[in-house]
């Protein structure tokens, strides 16, 4: 079947929390010390705020009977102050393939979604986060031409 990406709608509200679930137990499994399950991972006012902001899109990729993926993308204004120039650009808040979906280009057809409203609204980057040990994700997006440019470090300390 083809699978097409379109902007997401209320109606999507099922089948994106049984795939924002899956993205849920996914990380809490990835990153037990900082992901936990938790439900709902989605509300219909979240969807709604989702749906109704402008500068917040949120796009689906379907095949025709399943929900295969998603990705939320938001314009962020990061001010101008002393050390840093001021900086519009889009952010990636979550982009998730349904496990069987993966490799089937969904991903790519949705970051491709992702890129193309961000230049339309005349913005130049996009930016997200990814877990080191998600190995897969950050091959995907390395794939796509994004590069790390500032690595965020834990250091777990003991406290008696």
Request: glycine letters at 6%.
């Amino acid at each position: 079947m083809k699978i097409q990406v379109r902007e997401a709608r209320g109606a999507d509200f099922e089948r994106l929390s049984a795939l924002f679930a899956e993205e849920n137990r996914f990380h809490a499994q990835l990153v037990p010390a900082y992901v936990q399950v938790t439900s709902p991972v989605l509300t219909r006012e979240e969807l709604r705020a989702f749906l109704d902001s402008p500068t917040d899109r949120l796009f689906v990729c379907e095949d025709g009977v399943d929900l295969l993926g998603a990705v939320i993308v938001s314009l962020q204004n990061s001010p101008e102050d002393r050390w840093n120039k001021s900086r519009l650009c889009g952010y990636i808040e979550d982009l998730i393939v349904t496990a069987t979906a993966r490799g089937r280009g969904v991903g790519r057809q949705l970051m491709q979604a992702a890129r193309r409203w961000v230049m339309a609204q005349g913005v130049q980057t996009i930016e997200l986060h990814v877990w080191e040990t998600n190995t897969g994700a950050r091959h995907f997006y390395e794939s796509l031409g994004l590069l790390t440019v500032q690595c965020r470090m834990t250091w777990e300390l003991d406290v008696e």
